[in-house]
């Protein structure tokens, strides 16, 4: 395992990046069954937005960057390219993750 200073997860988290992870989903979610099934979809967006929250959670990130990513991931709901579900199991990771690390 190695820490890079400047890493995804480590560097700080900016509506640019919130943008390029929501990107991301829309490019996954926008492919064809025959490129991706749906399952591979879903386990892709879930793993961005766990990627999103865990970005911002061990980050400084402004409380206007919370906001905006926030609005940026229930925009994506709002048009279909994130269920219900995929965004619950996304943050039931985080939470497993952030538990794990609480009570060692």
Do not use: M
């Not at 989903?25 to 766990?50: A, F």
């Amino acid at each position: 395992y190695r820490a890079y200073g400047e890493s995804l997860t480590r560097s700080p988290f900016s509506k640019s990046k919130a943008d390029d992870f929501c990107k991301v989903i829309e490019i996954v979610r926008s492919q064809p069954d025959s490129v991706l099934s749906e399952r591979h979809k879903d386990i892709i967006c879930k793993n961005t937005l766990v990627g999103i929250f865990s970005s911002y959670i061990y980050n400084e990130t402004s409380f206007d960057t919370f906001c905006y990513t926030i609005r940026r991931v229930y925009g994506l709901y709002a048009d279909g390219l994130l269920s219900r579900d995929c965004i619950k199991d996304a943050l039931a990771k985080i939470w497993r993750t952030v538990c794990s690390v609480l009570w060692k």
